[in-house]
């Protein structure tokens, strides 16, 4: 019986050129590093990775996306757009939420979120 999701993980060329980005920019506080080849970020009760571990995924193939959610999606777009962050889609909303959609440097696609009040 599955229980939780354990992990989601990206492939990304670099491992450091993505810890940069996810770190400096858009926040993530590190948590344990396999290796110097999988870095994973504890986020509430979920696991975010990246990894240069061939698992048979193509970084930036546009697969999957994960969505991070934020506090203050507006404010926080507004940051990344003055760093110089590709935005795919700008914000925009639904019945429950309100999100966009920005490209890692490896243009994985990441979902920023915020749910309706």
Known sequence: MITSVAFTVYPVADLQRARLFYENTLGLTPASNFND?????????????????????????????????????????GRLKEQGVTFVTDIFSSEVCRMAVIQDPDGNHLVIHKRNS
């Open 37 to 77: 080849e999988w870095q994973e970020y504890e986020l509430g009760d979920s696991t975010f990775a990246i990894t240069t571990i061939d698992m048979g995924h193509t970084p930036g193939a546009n697969g999957a996306a994960i969505a991070f959610e934020t506090s203050d999606l507006d404010s926080f777009a």
